[in-house]
């Protein structure tokens, strides 16, 4: 009888909902000790993996071993033959290609890879817009529909979804995110990470703390009908923006339970529609939350397989300067960039910050300062809970590091310290300024902005959408001593 074998990411229902014969997981001491994961990453991982075995009983054979392939072949050689559904990396379909194991297709995403691929195909060297995905992904599966027309009467909310932090405030005064409650599972788990770090085995970034994301299939949709229900209706005005007070704002938190396969895209957005219907929801709120789930999710998957495993390399920036250590151990008190500085912090405490402090704080400092982008997206990768390599290879290598060249965005995505002030509370209390570019109170965000445009001038000056900042290089007095400045500074933290 065949054995299905899941991964740690492939732990809800319909990844076994057509299999009535055994199962197969693997926990691979191995994969921490070849790479330091945040310590909330590691703990969350084990815990669903072990929760879900409990789930299944007899039914799954559990191993806890140095590698996947030992007790691949060993299974196969005692029990015969062994299938699993497409893996999520480049290097797990390899790892069961090469051990002879059937592959079914993917499963955890709204569109199939064949619809992705007929749809590149089309395009006839056209670029791949995210937004045309999103329209006919919406078309394909009813989604926001009126008789064929977009509900609300547009496809697209963005507009409307970008203010800034209510002025005055320090919360959005949105209800909390539903948290879970840690069990037996847990404190094993917890034994096991402190164990093995004693014993020298194994060391992580980031710091311990309660798991606050779902393990289990049942937290997960407690959490998305919570979601839904207290905090989706304000979701959109403010998705964009960053307050020191509130790290959750309205966002869903539910991208780690979805990345590990306990929630289904679908039903997902089923649910977020349910509530527009039922008047409990915007429509602003909910199609910003839709295309987040079945518009730029599953268009980063596909774009992860249709560009192939050497994208990963892509550097059309040359950008090669390596990581300091102090951003790469989540040190928020070496720096005296208050944006930073906090962020920094919420990632070493949670593992976890939404999308503008992923994309426009942390990425576009690595980008202002050359970092490699192989470097930026393996740390991406191991500092969050929600970081897969096929998350993290688009979102880096395409979006945030704009190392393809342009072929999966137009611009990089980049700024100086007026749009953090902008989206933010965090210029009030930095002792930078987001108006100076040049000297002890300049905003390292400021100049750095200035700096990376110096520097790829030629690169950028015939892009449509980059062409008028680049031109305002022009306009600097201080452009010489600004470059002096930050080819001082380095990779120094500011």
Request: net charge negative; charged share 25%.
């Amino acid at each position: 009888m065949t054995t299905r074998w899941l991964f740690g990411d492939q732990l809800g229902p319909h990844f076994v909902d057509d299999h009535r014969g055994p199962l197969l997981m693997v926990e691979s001491t191995g994969v921490f000790r070849r790479r330091r994961f945040h310590r909330a990453k590691a703990h969350l991982v084990l815990s669903a993996m072990r929760h879900r075995a409990a789930e299944l009983g007899d039914r799954l054979t559990y191993v806890q071993a140095e590698t996947y392939a030992e007790v691949v072949r060993q299974h196969a050689s005692e029990a015969g033959d062994v299938e699993v559904v497409h893996p999520t990396s480049y290097a797990a379909l390899g790892l069961v290609e090469r051990l002879g194991c059937t592959v079914l297709p993917p499963r955890g995403f709204a569109t199939p890879r064949e619809d992705f691929e007929r749809w590149a195909e089309g395009r006839r060297g056209k670029r791949l817009l995210m937004e045309d995905f999103y329209r006919r992904a919406r078309q394909a599966h009813g989604v926001l529909l009126d008789g064929g027309e977009p509900a609300g009467g547009q496809w697209n909310f963005d507009h409307d979804n970008r203010q800034p932090p209510p002025k005055g405030a320090s919360t959005l005064g949105v209800a909390e995110p539903w948290w879970p409650v840690e069990d037996d599972i847990d404190a094993q788990v917890r034994e096991d990470l402190d164990r093995w770090e004693r014993d020298g085995d194994v060391s992580y970034i980031g710091r311990d703390a309660p798991r606050i994301f779902p393990a289990t299939r049942r937290q997960a949709l407690a959490a998305l009908d919570h979601f839904v229900e207290h905090r989706l209706p304000e979701f959109g005005a403010h998705e964009d923006a960053i307050l020191e007070g509130d790290p959750w704002m309205a966002h869903s938190l539910i991208s780690a339970p979805m990345n590990l396969g306990l929630l289904d895209p679908l039903e997902v957005v089923e649910r977020a529609e349910e509530a527009y219907r039922s008047g409990g929801a915007p429509i602003a709120s909910v199609e910003g939350f839709v295309r987040q789930v079945i518009g730029w999710r599953d268009y980063v998957w596909h774009v992860y397989w249709h560009m192939g495993d050497g994208y990963r390399r892509s550097n059309g920036l040359r950008a090669t300067e390596r990581i300091p250590q102090w951003f790469a151990e989540l040190d928020g008190s070496a720096t005296d960039a208050r944006c930073l500085s906090h962020t920094l912090d919420q990632v070493a405490e949670h593992g976890w910050v939404h999308h503008i402090p992923r994309l426009m704080l942390l990425g576009s400092y690595a980008l202002q300062r050359g970092w490699a982008p192989t470097q930026v997206t393996d740390w991406f990768h191991r500092a969050f809970v929600d970081g897969y390599d096929w998350v993290m290879v688009p979102n880096i290598v395409g979006m945030s590091q704009h190392a393809d060249g342009g072929q999966m965005m137009t611009k990089p995505y980049t700024s100086g310290g007026a749009y953090i002030n902008t989206m933010s509370d965090h210029c009030g209390s930095c002792r930078f300024d987001p108006k100076v570019r040049v000297g002890e109170d300049a905003c390292p965000f400021s100049a750095g902005y200035w700096w990376f445009l110096d520097r790829h001038r030629e690169t950028f000056e015939g892009n449509h959408r980059m062409s008028r900042a680049v031109r305002g290089l022009d306009r600097l007095k201080d452009l010489a001593e600004l470059v002096e400045q930050e080819d001082a500074r380095g990779n120094r933290a500011p």
